[in-house]
Structure formats: C-alpha cells, structure tokens
C-alpha cells in the first residue's frame, strides 16, 4: 500500500460522514448513493472498523460497480479493469491522504466489488493527532479510472543502412552560383520521408568554410508523420583520390520541415578553391549524404 498526500479533491467522488463516533466501531459497511464515474455507476463501501474477517483492525473501503454497459453484458465473461485511489482527509496537512497498491483492479461477473481491506488502521483513523477526524467528522473518496484496451501501438524501428540511402549531388559552374545565401539539392527519399540537402558556399563562419546540411522533408503518402531520428554521413568527394571529407552527425527531425543538421565548416573556402586538393575540379563539387540510420514509425495491434 501507498500513501501521499495531494491537494486536490477526488474527482470520481467525496463524502463527508458528520457524527462519526455512533459508526466509528462498525464492522458493518456503509453504501454511499450511487454515483457516475468513467462511464459506468459506483457505490463507494466504507467499513470504519473493518471488514469482518478481513480488515483485521483496519478501515476497509472499496469501489462496487452498480451496472455495466450494455454491449459488455453480452458479453459472457466481460471485464472492467480499473485503477482505484482512495482519499481520507488529513486535516492537520489540509490535504487528502491519497491510498493506492499500483495494480490493476478487475471487474467481472463474478467480482463486482474491489478495493482495500487494510487502507488504515482503525487505531490510526480515529486518533485525532492524526488530522483524519476533525469535529466528529470524516471526509473519504474514491477515484476511478478505468482502462480500456489500447487501440493500437506505436512502433518505432531503426534501421541500419536502409535502401537507396546514398544521395550524390554534383553541382556544376560552382563559382557562377550567385549571391544566393543556400543552395538546395533535389528532393530524395529514405525510408517513408523525403530528404534533400542544403549548401552554403561562402559558410556561416567568419573562418570561411563551406557548409552542408541535410533536411527532413514532407512524408510519404500513408506514412506516420512523427518526430525521425536520422544519423548520417556527409561527405564532400575529392575527384583526385579517395581523400573525401566527411563528418558524422545525428538528429531527431521533427515533424515539420527544419533548417536541417550538419556542419557548417566541413571544408575551408581556401582548400575548397585549391584544385591541387582535388576538391574542385572543372568548377565543379560532388556532395554527398548517406543516410546511416534512420527510424521507421509503424501503427500495429501488438507490440
């Protein structure tokens, strides 16, 4: 059993029993009236000395369910699984002790009723250094919840080198591009999103330094439209060797279009211009992003 204390009020429902002390050593329950939580009709059982033969020196409370929705009666062995708190005014702390064990309450044809034979003990309840009984008065409630089956699951897969993840990109009469802060490359696509990339000429540095990027853009027809976690490799090629430049970078995309993920110094304007390096040839780059891993989101009915 667990205990806390909270500010607010139950929101299923509250009784304040006034002249407690005539009730206080029954070990016969008392039937709240009927109330509505979560769909279906409650009575909230309240035994201040306990149930017999279970409550032990114990305040026993529990939640019975007065009727079931039509389309779960059909059913033979139907089932309401619900999550039960119950409350008890501490007037001391001017807050609701709030009772719970963290498991799952089922509800059927053959238990109707569930909660706590040992919440408090009576010992407990009725000593009034202890806040609960204030003027002769107690105040307990119930919360119910109940919890329907999920519908469907979401599940998120990463994939390790997915098809088609490579996307070249050549870029020809590089010194005529113009003034043009970013240049963008056609649309590509990996797994259920489309990509492209994105290139500074002139950086965003003071040093100088070409810059690349690679953004998330709009989803494939049918496809989950959730946050993407994409890691990958961009890469500009030297066209005299095997010497390319390339940085790792990762990112979780949102599900809007962003200024994108990558580096912004992956190659200085300098080394860039030097065609001894091979980076620039015939005024002509190759860029590159190879998608590494990236994330697959599915609805399913079972994890």
Known sequence: MMQILREEAPSSYLMKMVGFSEVKLSHHPYESAAFDASGHKWRLIFHPAGKEGDG?????????????????????????????????????????????????????????????????????????????????????????????????????????????????????????????????????VVGDRKWRMKMNPKGETENKALSIYLQAMSYLPNAIVSCTYAKMKLRILNQKNSDHIEKTVWKFYSRENETGSGKSDLISVEDLNDESKGFLVKDTIVLQACLMCISDTKLVDSI
């Open 56 to 188: 032990k020196d114990h305040v026993s409370v529990y939640a019975r369910i007065e009727n079931v929705a039509a389309s779960e009666m059909l059913m033979h062995n139907w089932e309401v699984n619900v999550e039960l708190n119950f409350f008890i005014y501490n007037h001391n702390d001017k807050k609701y002790s709030v009772f719970q064990d963290g498991t799952i309450k089922r509800y059927n044809k053959a238990e109707n009723e569930c909660g706590f034979a040992q919440m408090l003990s009576v010992s407990k309840l009725n000593d009034p250094k202890n806040g609960y009984i204030n003027e002769d008065a107690c105040i307990i409630g119930v919360e119910i919840f109940v919890i329907k089956p999920i519908e469907k699951l979401e599940r998120v897969v990463f994939t390790h080198n997915p098809p088609n993840n490579k996307f070249t990109w050549k870029i020809s009469d590089f010194s005529k591009l113009g003034d043009a802060k970013y240049h963008y490359s056609d649309e590509f």
